[in-house]
């Protein structure tokens, strides 16, 4: 598992998530997660094809629509994509479902 993350509090409190519950295998990142080779090598770490990709961008973040076309590439056969966002948010690209829970939705793409 790799976490890419920009926040420093946020990377902070998955290094502690990461020690106390023993999850040796996780990689956390500080960088962007657009340019996650770019990132990975930063860090010493091999792009990966991910099974999962969860991106949780912030909600006024400009075209988040786009984050589909730049991390779908990075995912192996039948992996899916999870993007969080705002419920009035759409995709122009085809999901495989989409979740309302109130002011949040996930939608998720999956890569055939």
Do not use: R
């Amino acid at each position: 598992m790799i976490s890419i993350d920009k926040d420093k509090k946020n990377i902070t409190h998955q290094k502690k998530i990461k020690q106390s519950w023993e999850l040796n295998s996780w990689a956390i990142a500080m960088g962007d997660a657009l340019t996650v080779e770019k990132t990975l090598e930063k860090c010493g770490l091999q792009m990966p094809q991910f099974d999962i990709i969860f991106a949780d961008p912030p909600y006024d973040m400009a075209d988040i629509q786009g984050l589909v076309s730049i991390l779908m590439p990075l995912l192996a056969d039948q992996g899916w994509l999870i993007i969080e966002h705002k419920p009035q948010l759409v995709f122009a690209e085809q999901e495989l479902l989409k979740k309302e829970y109130g002011s949040t939705t996930m939608t998720i793409f999956a890569k055939e």
